[in-house]
Nanobody, 128 residues
């Protein structure tokens, strides 16, 4: 059983930056790939970014490419989402999720149904 806790959300202005954190406990952290998803009011949950178990490969939604960066720190059992040049359309509840356990160091997925554990979410609000 893996528990995930997100933090770092807040209210910012367009063009500002935020860094979200996802802390993990339980399980063997290195056996999970991790993704970030978001859900805006009245919209379906959407994929944002993902990082492999190794941390060497990442994937991003087209809407955030070039602005967001996902990374992980195995020693701290944490995954981060650095969000720059934020836009009002980035406003959403952001969730981190873990896929696994597994041993494929290069596996990535943007499909939410493949993620087993989810955090409670952290709210990001971007004002114009």
């Amino acid at each position: 059983q893996v528990q995930l806790v997100e933090s770092g959300g807040g209210l910012v202005q367009a063009g500002d930056s935020l860094r979200l954190s996802c802390g993990a406990s339980g399980g063997i952290y290195s056996r999970y790939s991790v993704g970030w998803f978001r859900q805006a009011p009245g919209k379906e949950r959407e994929f944002v970014a993902a990082i492999t178990r190794s941390g060497f490969r990442t994937n991003y939604a087209d809407s955030v490419k070039g602005r967001f960066t996902i990374s992980r720190d195995h020693a701290k059992k944490s995954v981060y989402l650095q969000m720059n040049s934020l836009k009002p359309e980035d406003t959403a509840l952001y969730y981190c999720a873990a896929e696994g356990p597994g041993d494929n160091l290069w596996y990535l997925t943007s499909v939410g149904a493949e993620y087993v554990y989810w955090g409670q979410g952290t709210q990001v609000t971007v004002s114009s």
